[in-house]
């Protein structure tokens, strides 16, 4: 699987966006300003064992784009990081059965 890179601009977007925290794995790299970022804005790093996701790799960066993309279209606004990562992980879940 490929890597995800999270720079120092990555990290404002996605808090810009409403982004609380990050899954951070072994296929997650955050350059050393990022990671400072994230923690000056309140930005949690969740750190995750690859088998620990109950969805696996592949819907792991499945689950990731789509939160992504609904936090790009909708913003910060009026979604609840929380309930968008629990909705999205349930759908994700729903279609691998």
Request: aromatic fraction near 4%; hydrophobic fraction near 45%.
């Amino acid at each position: 699987m490929a890597k995800t890179f999270y720079t120092e601009r990555d990290i404002e977007d996605l808090h810009a966006r409403g982004a609380t925290s990050i899954e951070v794995h072994d296929d997650v790299v955050l350059t050393d300003l990022a990671r400072e970022r994230a923690l000056k804005l309140g930005v949690r790093l969740e750190r995750v064992k690859p088998h620990a996701h109950p969805a696996g790799s592949l819907d792991a960066e499945l689950i990731h784009r789509v939160k992504d993309a609904v936090l790009a279209q909708l913003g910060g606004r009026w979604v609840d990081p929380d309930l968008l990562d629990a909705v999205v992980r349930r759908v994700v879940a729903e279609l691998g059965r």
